[in-house]
């Protein structure tokens, strides 16, 4: 079954203690992104990545990084976690063109909560 | 970067009538308008988009218009049944070099069987 697959579903964490979330595709997809979803604010990128070593910032990318080693994988890394960080987290992936010509496949969700 | 406002954030129907989500955005450049729905515990899910060279599109009981003049799209659910009850994202987007998406703040739309 074609999915994008993000470990784990759900978190809670202490502040200040690097945690990483894991996001799988098995659809040979180039693109892939990371959203975070608040209330009231709806999805907004905090990074995506054309291709493998390549990735770039979206619109609220601060205390987070990201890496494309590989093209199936894209872990988002907290270094340093804040409770301002708690939010449910997307990852999406999509053929080389882009989610604005092939649509998104969205992962389940991360919901992280940091105390 | 690119403003997508999204109305009304909840909504409720009855059973088979119709309901309407109204999305505007600020760059005159975004050429891609797509509508993803949201069901309880899983990701966002596409379900129908426009691009700017047609004013309309429909699907079974989906549709969406795009009025580019004014910069808004709506979409346009006939005949509501009770699984339709989910939250709904617009986006909107520039079909050229990072291809982002941006995201409506939601609709959280609920069928009253």
């Known amino acids: 079954e074609a999915q994008v697959t993000q470990n784990p579903r759900y978190l809670i964490t202490v502040t200040g203690k690097k945690l990483t979330v894991t996001c799988s595709q098995n659809?040979?997809?180039?693109?892939m992104s990371w959203y975070r979803q608040d209330p009231g604010l709806g999805l907004r990128q905090i990074y995506y990545?054309?291709?493998?070593?390549?990735?770039d910032k979206g619109d609220v990318p601060e205390g987070y990084k990201v890496s494309r080693k590989e093209k199936r994988n894209f872990p988002l890394i907290l270094e340093s976690p804040s409770p301002n960080q708690t939010s449910l987290y997307f990852c999406?992936?999509?053929?080389?063109?882009?989610?604005?010509?092939?649509?998104?496949?969205f992962g389940s969700g991360t919901r992280l909560t940091v105390v | 970067g690119e403003n997508v406002e999204q109305h009304p954030s909840t909504l409720s129907v009855q059973e088979g009538d119709s309901a309407v989500i109204k999305c505007t955005y600020s760059d005159s450049a975004s050429n891609y308008f797509p509508w993803y729905k949201q069901e309880l515990g899983k990701g966002p899910q596409l379900i129908i988009d426009i691009r700017s060279n047609v004013g309309e599109k429909k699907d079974q009981r989906i549709a969406v218009t795009l009025n580019k003049t004014a910069k808004h799209f709506s979409l346009h659910i006939t005949e509501t049944q009770p699984e339709d009850s989910a939250v709904y994202f617009c986006a909107a987007s520039i079909r050229t070099g990072a291809n982002n998406l941006f995201f409506g703040t939601g609709t959280r739309l609920t069928v009253i069987p």
């Open positions: 659809m040979n997809h180039e693109y």
């Open positions: 990545s054309m291709n493998v070593e390549v990735t």
């Open positions: 999406a992936s999509s053929f080389y063109r882009g989610p604005s010509n092939y649509g998104y496949t």
